[in-house]
């Protein structure tokens, strides 16, 4: 998830839990909320010591535990001098308990999305990764950036029990979409089941899912997709097609599926978001050649999605490969 939403609910997680009066522990809460992202910094380091790595130690239980000890002896002096003296009184119990909150709430969020964190590394690998909302959701982050302004906006402008209401209503619709979220990405997991699917994708709408499914059998590889509404069920017909994987075939190209087998590898050596996410294609046909759109289902945003564009000549059977940024349906128009 976005830094911003990340902080945010950290914001209103610790408000929740200490209300209007403990605005030195909201704020360090809110800081906390943050602070696990702040591993990017590690990144030099990374290679050597894997635990450093994004989405490392400082995404566990252990790392946020260590993040909250320090933060509740450095936090205060740094908020005195930043904010103000107010800042610095209060319970040393309480700053670690609010940055241990909004460090946590950071864990589970990310865990929440179809990226994955370790909770409890260093002393089991499990990995939390529950796939029910998108790492970057631009209606989310729209929605945080609205949040941000109005609650700036408020301060000192409204009566402060306008301002709190606000606050609990903010807490109120991000708790309830993340209700929302987790009981689709449980309806769709059903019908994954159901119908032999490999792995649910969420997509910008909380309430809409793709289940998509692989499978290679005699170097012949079936890919499949289909779109479902958790209320509705499937929203149009499913998606299938079979690809040869390792295609040694040379010469003239005479239909779309030659085309699609013919480009298939290249385009997976082109583009490494295909070969690391679960992908589809579409093939149209024009004198001369066919062009083949490979996309990543994953990898996507206001309908358009990133892939390779693979033109096939027709009379030779050559293939030349590019990145695209485009949607699947109008590649097709």
Not at 149 to 154: G, K, T
Not at 225 to 249: F, I, K, M, T, Y
């Amino acid at each position: 998830m976005d830094l911003f939403t990340h902080v945010l609910i950290a914001y209103l997680i610790a408000y929740g839990i200490w209300g209007p009066h403990g605005l030195q522990y909201i704020a360090a809460g809110a800081l906390a909320g943050g602070l696990p992202d702040a591993d990017a910094l590690f990144f030099p380091l990374a290679r050597r010591f894997p635990l450093l790595r994004h989405h490392g130690i400082t995404h566990s239980i252990t790392g946020v535990t260590i993040i909250a000890a320090g933060g509740a002896f450095l936090v205060p002096p740094l908020f005195a001098a930043v904010i103000g003296p107010s800042f610095a009184h209060g319970s040393t119990l309480y700053y670690f308990l609010a940055m241990e909150a909004g460090g946590l709430s950071h864990v589970f969020l990310d865990g929440f999305t179809h990226y994955s964190v370790p909770p409890f590394a260093r002393f089991q690998g499990f990995e939390l990764h529950l796939d029910a909302d998108r790492a970057i959701n631009l209606s989310t982050l729209v929605i945080t950036a609205l949040s941000y302004w109005l609650m700036v906006y408020e301060r000192g402008r409204v009566p402060v029990a306008v301002w709190e209401m606000t606050a609990w209503g903010l807490l109120a619709f991000y708790l309830g979409y993340l209700a929302v979220r987790g009981a689709g990405r449980f309806r769709a997991g059903q019908i994954r089941k159901r119908e032999g699917y490999d792995a649910v994708i969420p997509t910008g709408n909380p309430f809409v899912f793709l289940l998509s499914g692989e499978k290679t059998e005699g170097g012949v590889t079936r890919l499949r997709w289909a779109r479902v509404h958790v209320l509705r069920g499937r929203e149009e017909a499913p998606q299938d097609l079979s690809v040869q994987r390792e295609n040694a075939a040379t010469g003239p190209v005479a239909s779309a599926q030659e085309a699609l087998d013919r480009s298939y590898g290249p385009s997976l050596k082109k583009g490494w978001v295909l070969a690391e996410t679960h992908h589809f294609a579409e093939v149209k046909s024009a004198p001369g050649h066919f062009t083949v759109f490979w996309y990543s289902l994953e990898f996507s945003m206001l309908g358009r999605a990133a892939g390779v564009i693979a033109r096939v000549d027709a009379s030779t059977g050559a293939v030349e490969t590019k990145s695209a940024w485009l949607s699947p349906k109008r590649f097709l128009s």
